[in-house]
């Protein structure tokens, strides 16, 4: 069992100043050490270097495409290469416009791959529908096939093309919603698991409605894309676009336990923590160790412990 860490430090898909500092404050939170004693080979790949393009005019109010479209790029090659070396990857953000480089990338290893999106928003704008132009809100978007005859040309994107369908995308703790995304959500069909939908059917069930909807037909990896504005802001104050009534603890580690359970996780993204907007440190310790706490129940820590057969002392 080796895991590869990737850090991705990269804010350029919305416009709030410190997510790029995600993957340091990720890993001052033990990450390397958790996982170490989970029994997996660690290889820490460290952070990618994103250069910043000079002249990178807004396409539309979208900002900083070629900027994004180029840090994708890179990312692209990164997971691809660990998966094909054969690790389970975890994509430290960094904003979650770095999900397009993350899944294209690991897509290019596995084309049969599934999307799990662990979201309080459904990141599904496209430019023509997005309020803020932030390519964060955006990157579902760019990965639909079912999408393209709704996708202008965002220059710094033509090294990519669409590949996924929408039957094998699954939203999990929506609750905040653009009225484009909702059109879109609808008219694809999109299976989509909004907080609502927790509160009635309750994590467990919809954890097995997902799974079922994903791998019944047949059983291929899944890339969980977990953004941290998932869990509701008092457990995860430090991200940039908090949405009350979010993910408890245990729901979030329910869902990460079923995922792993299914011994078909390749690729995890964290994203969106922003350790600068923690009004108090222990706000961002809060944040980071959530971060640390969802990865190691992804890779397999239990909570009702775990021992080896010549276990110390019995
Ligand atoms: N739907 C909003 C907010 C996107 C939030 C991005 C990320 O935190 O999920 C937008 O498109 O600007
Ligand atoms: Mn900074
Ligand atoms: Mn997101
Ligand atoms: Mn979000």
Redesign the pocket.
Known sequence: QSVAILGAPFSKG?KRRGVEHGPKAIRDAGLVERLSNLDYAVHDFGDLTFKHLEKDEHFMHVPFPRTVGRANQLLSGAVSGAVGAGHTCIMLGGD?SLAIGSVEGHAQQCPDLCLIWV?????I?TPLT???G?L???SVAFLLKDLQNKMPEVPGFSWMKPFLSARDLVYIGLR?V?PG?HIILKTLGIQYFSMRDIDRMGIQRVMEVTLDHLLARKQRPIHLSF?I?AFDPSLAPAT??PVNGGLTYREGIYVTEEIHNTGLLSVMDVV?VNPTLGATPEAVEATTSLAVDVIASALGQTREGAHINDTEGF
Request: hydrophobic content about 10%; aromatic content about 0%.
């Open positions: 919305q979650h979201d309080a928003h459904a990141d704008n997005s309020p803020s932030n964060h809100g955006q905040d653009d995304e953004d504005d940039g676009t969106e």
